[in-house]
């Protein structure tokens, strides 16, 4: 290791006197350990909410619902209030010079826009 | 965020093992330290990262943040910097050991010879934590790290006991947690917080930064680069704002008003201006055209010199060959004569004579005499002489001289023919010449009238051009458009929108009156040689985009142009000026001045923070944050309006979120449109948004009866997983 690696001491020992199982057994080396660990998503499958009476408060119960005002639309280079959609690439502009820079976007910022948006079309 | 301390800690073993640990863990921050005390120790970002060292060849772990500079010895390409939270939720257990590992040893319990951490620990989680993730959790701190008890507490609730403690909001309200991924709106009633009341929206300090960025990057996309997350979040600490009335403020912008300017901000990134080239002084001047002149006298003496001895030259040969002349004409008899001449190299008298003729013309030229043009009539006397045969007719001459003659007859039209172009070609010269000597005279003695009447001339010829153009595109894309909606046309050619464009209809016309047939039921097209001349015609019409020929409006367009760049200052050229409006950048052939190196925060100083208002302009179809409070009290239906109205007077906005300047008061407009006429309503910041949850979870943890709100190994394994679920820590202990 390098001088000022070591003085800085960045990285973690491999051994820590505090722990009764160190990283290095619990994942062997060379096992992918990434694989196992459930996101999100499939840890609120598991939780199996539907099953729970209603009333209790659990992860999902407390989600926000859908906003009760209508969203407004906003321009998505400038910003401001956007009455008109491009056909073409489904962006939202506010008036006609910035109709112009949307035009002559080239096509992954196009796709980035969109992306802010929520709004892109993936395609795998 | 902002704050790191990450000093190892040396007095851990001065703790007692009833001292409990207690640890925030935040979505951003990780914050560890003693319970009582007022600060936490530790303070990092909950992430970390798996580089390979490039020396050695191990993966090492890095967790928080790091002097970037170091991290050239390392590989960082293959691996990216990982967070334990998914949301708000932790979910990868390797992450977060890691995470625990530095905590616990920069909190100085690697100098500690008891092999496990022997304190009981105070963990924030997220109210409705499910319970994998608690459970992971739990199991975690007591297996790997041999914890002996563990307790788990909302870190909104903590927030607002320490406020509540400091008088700043009563038992009674609603905490208003603004997270790095979400943010949480939690009713509190006699100091308990309502989990059934509580509401949780997807947008946080996360993702007002990511944004910023995003729009930035778009915006700029040459200084992309520079625009780093870490940038993007001090750009946000420091110039965002929310906008007390969003479309108001908007207009501001629009409308580009000198409040407008006053409330950018420019952002100048390190720029270095290119050398400037000195001017160089009045001696060097003086010097440089000293040089200049003598070079160019001495060009001009060479080329003196030369064109002497090119004329000395000239004149020798003349004079031979008038020796010869002479000596041609004295002789008298043939033989003599044929001698000279074999002599000399000459094959006849005449060819002496043209040489003769020529040399003298090129000795007058290089002396700078005009040129006597008697070449000319010379050809023109000899014309006959030349081509003795064309005049005499065919039956007379011998088939050897018909050949000669035939051969006379092309070279006399094709000089014949030389002369008439060259003619054409000098008159065309003068009449351009004559035309350019008018214009400059009319622009000499009106320059205004005949600007505008330039200027005139390029809008008609531009706007010609462009309509044309605006033509052919509709045409071909109605075209296109029509053909490939209309379902039923499979041939996508015979639809109706194919023939608005007028070369279209032309094609259709010539193809239609082609093929009928002319009565006799037969298709006779192509008979005839001459039919398929309408192809040519029909190609004719519409290859007029790739012609080598340009368009003679197009040329027009370019010569006016020219001459309005020469004459007129303020003329900006149609393609330059398209240019530089399709890009967000000027052209790059001019040089970069520091304006190009500038990032204006304009609209986006309080455009991003909006995100948390209206998560609709990032795709989250969810309630703002101002809207979730009034989803919390919905769904406490049992309780007195009464009861509800005493929570809205104590309203507190804790977490790292809420630091943006002007978000009370619009939390303030947005709850009170959704609260009944005139009800009382009072939101108050929490003192330090961002250390308060630890500093409340601290005092909680201090407190004499937190023992009896932790849960061991023995509990844990006990009273199994459903238990678990219901566990929840009473939060006033110490009222």
Known sequence: MEADVVRSEMVLPPVMPFKRVQMGDKYQKGQSRGRYWKHLKQLLQAENFISLPLDEPNYLNIESPPSMYPSKKYCDITGFEAPYVDPRTKLRYADPEVFKRVRNLPNDHVQRYLALRNAAVIIR | MGEIRVARQSDYDLFSPTTPIVIDNGGSTFRIGWAGESDPRIMFRSVAFRPRHRSTGETVTVVGEHDPALFKYFDCTRSSWRSPFDNNVVYQFEIMEYVLDYGFDRLGASSSMAGKVDHPILMTECICNPVYSRAKMAELLFETYGVPSVAFGVDAAFSYKYNQNLGICAEDGIALSIGFMTTHSIPILKGEPLPEGSCRTNVGGYHVTNYLKEVLSLKYPYHAPSITWEKAEELKREHCYVAPDYPSELQIFKKETKEAEEKKWVWQLPWVPPPQEELPSEEEL??????????????????????????????????????????????????????????????????????????????????????????????????????????????????????????????????????????????????????????????????????????????????????????????????????????????????????????????????????????????????????????????????????????????????????????????????????????????????????????????????????????????????????????????????????????????????????????????????????????????????????????????????????????????????????????????????
Request: proline share 4%; charged share 35%.
């Open chain 2, 286 to 735: 003086a010097r440089k055209a000293a040089i200049k002149e003598k070079q160019g006298q001495r060009l001009r003496e060479m080329a003196a010199a030369k064109r002497s001895q090119k004329i000395t030259d000239l004149e020798n040969e003349l004079h031979v060959l008038e020796t010869l002349l002479s000596q041609l004409d004295e002789a008298e008899l043939p033989e003599v004569a044929s001698s000279i001449l074999a002599r000399s190299g000459y094959l006849s008298r005449q060819e002496i004579e043209s040489a003769h003729s020529r040399v003298s013309q090129s000795l007058r030229k290089a002396r700078g005499e005009p040129a006597v043009t008697v070449e000319e009539n010379t050809d023109t006397a000899t014309s006959a002489d030349k081509y003795p045969l064309v005049s005499i007719p065919d039956e007379m001459l011998t088939p050897d001289q018909l050949k000669e003659k035939k051969r006379q007859i092309f070279l006399k039209t094709t000089s014949e023919g030389r002369l008439r172009a060259k003619q054409k070609r000098a008159e065309e010269e003068m009449m351009r010449e004559r035309q350019n000597q008018l214009e400059e005279g009319r622009r000499l003695e009106n320059p205004e009238l005949y600007l505008e009447e330039l200027r005139a001339k390029y809008k008609e010829l531009s706007e010609k051009i462009d309509q044309r153009k605006r033509l052919k595109t509709n045409g071909n894309g109605n075209g296109n458009g029509n053909g490939t909606g209309n379902g039923n046309n499979v041939s996508g050619g015979t639809g109706r929108g194919e023939r608005l464009n007028a070369a279209q209809r032309e094609r259709m016309r010539l193809l239609t009156t082609a093929l009928f047939d002319k009565g006799k039921g037969e298709d006779t097209f192509g008979l005839k040689d001459e039919d398929w001349q309408l192809y040519k015609l029909m190609s004719k019409d519409t290859d007029d985009d790739d012609d080598d020929v340009v368009d003679p409006d197009e040329a027009e367009l370019e010569r006016v142009a020219a001459k309005l760049q020469e004459f007129d200052p303020s003329f900006v050229g149609r393609a330059e000026a398209e240019l530089m409006q399709s890009t967000q950048e000027p052209p790059r052939p001019r040089a970069l001045t520091a304006e190009d190196y500038q990032v204006v925060l304009g609209v986006e100083r309080f455009r991003c923070p909006e995100v948390l208002f209206q998560p609709g302009m990032i795709g989250e179809y969810q309630a703002g944050i101002d809207e979730i409070v009034s989803h919390s009290l919905r769904r406490l239906p049992n309780l007195d309006s009464s009861i509800k109205d005493r929570m809205c007077q104590s309203i507190i906005v804790t977490g790292g979120g809420s630091l943006l300047p002007g978000l009370e008061q619009r939390l303030e407009t947005g709850i009170r449109a959704t609260r009944p006429y005139l009800s009382p309503l009072k939101i108050v910041r929490a003192v330090d948004s961002v250390m308060d949850a630890w500093r409340g979870a601290s005092v909680y943890a201090a407190s004499e009866l937190f023992s009896t709100q932790t849960f061991s190994l023995e509990d844990y394994n006990e009273k199994g997983e459903d238990w678990l679920k219901r566990y929840n820590i009473v939060y006033s202990l110490y009222d």
